[in-house]
């Protein structure tokens, strides 16, 4: 299963590797939903990383910074959500959700 290539822009590739090591970091240590958001996001439960990319409760990294806001890509702090409560926030384009894989 090839992922989706949907940006190439500046820092994309950096912030695949910081999206895919974020999600090894989850499923060693049992990162909840919204672990470490500046806001509170999140839902607070395990998420699943084994759960293909897509479905409701799989894993997505988020950004805190809203990309649209002004935020940039490169040296956030990524945090770890299912993509329902990810994209419950309501500031993220579904492109913007890779398989982090
Ligand atoms: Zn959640």
């Known amino acids: ?5 949907v940006r190439d822009g500046k820092g994309h590739r950096a912030y695949r590797r ?3 090591a974020l999600k090894r970091r989850t499923a ?4 909840p939903c919204g672990y470490g958001s500046p ?3 999140g839902c607070g ?3 699943d990383t084994t759960i293909p990319a897509g479905e409701r409760m799989s894993f997505t ?3 805190p910074q809203a990309l649209g806001n002004g935020g940039r890509l490169v040296g956030q702090q990524l945090v770890p959500m299912h993509l329902t409560c990810n994209s419950r926030k309501g500031d993220h384009a579904p ?5 982090a894989s």
């Open 39 to 41: 806001t509170g996001e």
């Open 45 to 47: 439960q395990p998420i």
């Open 18 to 20: 910081a999206q895919a």
């Open 28 to 31: 060693a240590e049992n990162l």
């Open 1 to 5: 299963m090839g992922s989706r290539s």
């Open 61 to 63: 990294a988020d950004h």
């Open 95 to 99: 492109v913007e959700i890779w398989a």
